[in-house]
């Protein structure tokens, strides 16, 4: 594994591989590695034969009070973890070489980011999209995986990536859970053993939900109300939101039909915290 830091080493590196005629594959991380992302590694490399694996804390999708500064950091650790993995590049740029001086570019998904997590953290999605577009624009993926525990990220960057013809194939992987249930995240690891297990009330109220829809349940406010009856419930959480919406427009539901996503977000402690579940119905 070889380490790149700049997107013109990059952009030489990936045309050479390209030259070889090799399937490049983009995995877009901001570290603090673990077993989610593994899972995209893996899915890379059945998709493709040369993995660069970015890890860089992008600051533009950071609101002014969230957890930029205390987001985990182990470089050493995360550049073990993707070499036992079988990453071909880790990209570690840094903020400068993303956003140079005068950098004054920044790109816009609307529609998808109105609902969900976008009233909550404005600016965020421009801030992906915007990185999303200069990684591939260093690297010139053929694909690039995304998990769908972050499915709203997901299906951005699927309109993207479409919308401006960038010729890149985006897949989203299963979420990857704990035993109990819990999404693996990197911010897991604020948790205080109280506050991870009051956080099992995500998933617990997505369970809710997803069993009232295959009871037949066809209303949306009805499952919703029971969703938020399971956070209720826990004392120590607090939700920004629990929704049905569309799995493709992301478009709020009040009559349940086709394919869906059961989404919500929690704070937990200083942990922001989300999940899905997505569902089809006959």
């Not at 050493?76 to 590049?89: H, S």
């Not at 109105?114 to 993926?141: I, M, Q």
């Not at 991870?196 to 069993?211: D, I, M, N, V």
Request: glycine share 8%; with cysteine; charged share 25%.
């Amino acid at each position: 594994m070889i380490t790149l830091e700049t997107p013109d080493e990059l952009r030489r590196a990936s045309r050479e591989q390209r030259r070889c005629g090799r399937r490049i594959a983009l995995v877009p991380t901001m570290g603090a590695l673990h077993s989610g992302h593994l899972s995209l590694v893996q899915a890379a490399r059945r998709r493709a034969d040369w993995i660069v694996l970015s890890l860089f804390v992008n600051p533009a999708q950071f609101g002014p009070n969230e957890d930029l500064d205390a987001y985990p950091r182990d470089l050493e650790g995360d550049r073990r973890v993707a070499e036992e993995a079988g990453v071909d590049v880790l990209y570690h740029p840094a903020v400068e070489a993303i956003y140079p001086p005068g950098d004054a570019t920044r790109v816009r998904v609307s529609r998808l980011t109105e609902g969900l997590c976008g009233p909550w953290r404005p600016g965020h999605f421009e801030g992906v999209s915007t990185v999303v577009t200069k990684l591939l624009a260093a690297c010139e993926a053929d694909v690039a995986v995304f998990g769908r525990k972050d499915y709203q990220q997901w299906r951005v960057i699927q309109r993207m990536t479409r919308d401006l013809a960038l010729g890149t194939e985006i897949v989203g992987a299963p979420i990857v859970r704990e035993a109990d249930g819990l999404a693996l995240s990197s911010r897991n690891r604020y948790l205080s053993p109280t506050e991870r297990t009051a956080a099992l009330a995500l998933p617990r109220a997505l369970e809710a939900g997803e069993a009232a829809v295959r009871a037949g349940e066809t209303g949306a406010t009805v499952v919703i109300r029971r969703m938020r009856e399971v956070v209720d419930a826990q004392p120590g959480v607090t939700a920004e939101y629990l929704e049905i919406v569309d799995a493709h427009e992301l478009q709020a539901l009040s009559i349940l039909q086709g394919e869906i996503l059961l989404a919500g977000a929690l704070c937990v402690g200083s942990a922001r915290l989300i999940d899905n579940r997505e569902m089809k119905i006959p």
